[in-house]
């Protein structure tokens, strides 16, 4: 689980926690009982209170029951506000939780504390992130004061379903590691809420299944203010006697089918740390029963070359458990972990049927879940109604504030970039770290223009952006157009958009009346795209139809529709797309059926693909095996994948012959239709599903960073050769089914950082590690797409040549 994409309401403001799932110790009266304590909501006498004076030495508590063990992240709360009448809210709490309802623990944050800070006033909330986060079924918040006080909550709590399954985790205890000349790292699961006996932990969860990954180098820590090596459980090999192995078990919510094993494990091979040689499984189908003869073994692919950390997916074959027995046999001196996750499905069959693939994607699960999240903006009605002149006058002067404030920073970035031309004049090398963080923030601060945005170099001046000298159109021959759904930044040849009369317009008008409107698919800044029934289009198109042939009259396909509160500049964007759209005629390149242009909203109506994007399609299959066709498991070979990369390979091959960059090249914007062709789209952005892939600046969906090349980071260079290198990202991402989000290992901020080391091309850059699917010559030709030095990346041409060969083998 990444903790970013588990920040989900869980339902106490809109009622999917019911009232009978809260409960408290007490209560003032029946008009401030538990089921009153909703986030925003203002039934009864507006929240939970209980009952009488709270001393310093009580103990009341709010109690949820969660209904399902839950990745608990954050806790929101407020006071009493009743309508101007209440005045009661707690200053801080405490948290107890329980997996089962009958164990209860304390949650405490890494440094020890377990009090957290509450309310200030009795109106606004105040979001907690829980560091570390909490696997529970089961919360109580305990208001804790420090006087005599009436107290009063209204609360909602945020996480995502913990399909893991995972209850306790059984373990050596961590150890320190003293290297000369290095810190001390202590290697301890310093969050552990089990029991610590005899050197050894047990009955509970820490710092394995708290979704914070381990760095490269393990004295290196993604938390502040803690010791070196906190991120990783680790051990040396001779403290644990002979035997050569670290001895795991696992025990689970109920019993399951495993299909894998993933192990985050640190491989920095320089000081003595490796990944484990190998691992050996045990199974206990029940928690009483023996432990199954039959283990499972997996020997690991030792690698001396990259010292990055990774995940090793360790294959459990369908094995049926409640509880697992693992043994990792030591590589080195060292092993460290710092996350282990389980991939199974349900064991228990109903009908006949087996319901399989118990492990839902914690995004898809949320992203129905119409539900304000902590950082949302609250709208005026979660205010109270407050009519002082003074607080009105306050907000003014405020508002008046940030706008000096903003033009101040506008000025001064222009200042910046100014300055850091002449440290280019003068260091092209741009050695200095601060200037090459400057220059970052410079161009997409959009200094041309101000304001936060994905910068135009056109309209820059040389004073006020930089440019390198590689290979690229030049400025005044290119128009970049912003997807009105907030879809990837078209650059194309200016003169393929220089006339918008209606009759440069290939496609043509379909009936607005025909489009049924089934289901809303996405939306961007200006537009949105929905998916809809077309009633009679393929007797509308004719003969030489781009769509399958149909029993119907009615057809799917994507509508992108433009709003009616978009610009006059969005509208003539929305119209240059169509054009360049309607150009486009390619097997591998999604296809404009028709538009509807002549009244407003403007349409455009591109095929739709009934098994959706790759990334989707591969991250719910497993590698081909006589396990997947035995069990039903949805699979795919590496024949479909080398099918899958050839076909992604001749698309872009097309779009290059146009001089067409793409600039949003991944498996997200690769959609496959039922016969599995798969056709390059650039709808990607436009679906909440996939806002973690992009960079944010002020909250703002801005760049891919982990698809792009070095040089469109850092000098806003986006041509065939940055495609390239966005499809070497893209096979890597095919080789690992999808399971994993490119450079997972590092923050967005660390990408920024890695593309420097190209820059500088000092040799410390970090690289995609080698999917364990992917044939070494297919590793070297996705290395090759991420040369630092552009006219050695192959072209297109040479890619589709060099893979189509595999696929006839």
Sequence with gaps: IFISHCRYALGMEDGRITDDDITASSQWYKTTGPQYARLNREEGDGAWCPAGQLEPSDVQYLQVDLGRLTFLT???????????????????????????????????NRLGNPVMEGNKNAYASVINDLHPPIVTRHIRLIPVTKLSTTVCMRVELYGCPWDDGLISYT??????????????????????????????????????????????DFLLTRQYHVWPGYDYLGWRNDSLGTQGFVEMEFVFDRQRNFT??????????????????????????????????????????????????????????????????????????????????????NGIKHDNQTFLSEQVNITTSCLFVHQRTPYSNPSASDSPDVSNTPVLIGCLVTIILLLVIIIFLILWCQYDCKVLEKVKRHNPTFNSVVARHQLFRCFYFEACGGGYAEPDITQCTPHQCFHS??????????????????????????????????????????????????????EGQFGEVHLCEAEGLPEFLGEGSPLPDRDG????????QLRADATSQARNDFLKEIKIMSRLNDPNIIRLLCVCVSSDPLCMVTEYMENGDLNMFLS????????????NI???????????????????????????????????????????????????????????????????AVLPIRWMAWESILLGKFTTASDVWAFGVTLWEIFTLCKEQPYSLLSDEQVIENTGEFFRNQGRQIFLYGPPLCPPSLF????????????????????YQALRPHVSQ
Excluded at 495 to 511: H, M, N, W
Excluded at 620 to 631: F, K, V
Excluded at 687 to 698: E, K, P, T, V
Excluded at 780 to 798: A, H, K, Q, Y
Aim: hydrophobic share 35%; net charge positive.
């Design 553 to 560: 009259h009615s057809v799917l396909v994507a509508v992108k």
């Design 620 to 631: 719910q299959r497993e590698i081909e095996s006589t396990l997947t066709h035995a069990n």
């Design 469 to 522: 000298n590689a290979p690229h159109y030049a400025e005044t021959d290119i128009v970049r157009l912003q997807g009105v759904t907030g879809s990837n930044m078209y650059a194309v040849p200016a003169l393929t958009v220089d006339s918008l009369t209606r009759k440069d317009i290939s496609a043509a008008e379909f009936p607005r009346q025909q489009l049924i409107f089934r289901e809303k698919l996405g």
């Design 780 to 799: 070297e030709l996705m290395m090759r797409c991420w040369s630092r030095d552009i006219p050695d990346r192959p072209t297109f041409e040479g890619l």
């Design 171 to 216: 373990a050596p205890e961590g150890q320190l590691m003293m290297p000369p000349g290095y810190p001390i790292a202590s290697l301890n699961d310093s969050t552990y809420d089990g029991a610590h006996e005899r050197r050894r932990l047990s009955g509970g969860l820490g710092q394995l299944t708290d979704g914070v990954i381990g760095l490269d």
């Design 260 to 345: 894998s094993m993933k192990v985050h494990s640190n491989n920095m091979f320089s000081r003595g740390v490796k990944i484990f040689s190998s691992v050996s499984c045990q199974f206990k189908p029940r928690l009483i029963a023996n432990w199954e003869a039959e283990p499972v073994a997996f020997k690991t692919v030792l690698d001396d070359r990259n010292p990055s950390a990774r995940y090793v997916t360790v294959p459990l074959h369908r094995r049926a458990a409640k509880s697992l027995r693992c043994r990792f046999y030591f590589a080195d001196i060292w092993m460290m972990f710092s996350e282990i996750s389980f991939q199974s499905g």
């Design 634 to 700: 949805p699979s795919v070979s590496l024949s479909d994948l080398l099918h899958m990369s050839v076909q992604i390979s001749s698309g872009m091959k097309y779009l290059a012959s146009l001089n067409f960059v793409h600039r949003d090249l991944a498996t997200r914007n690769c959609l496959l239709d039922r016969r599995l062709t798969i056709k390059i789209a650039d709808f990607g952005m436009s679906r909440n599903l996939y806002s973690s892939d992009y960079y944010r600046i002020q909250g703002r």
């Design 74 to 108: 954050i806790v929101g709360t407020q006071g009493r506000y009743a309508r101007s009448s209440g005045n009661e809210f707690a200053r801080a709490y405490r948290l107890n939780y329980s997996r089962d309802g009958l164990l209860w623990k304390s949650w405490r």
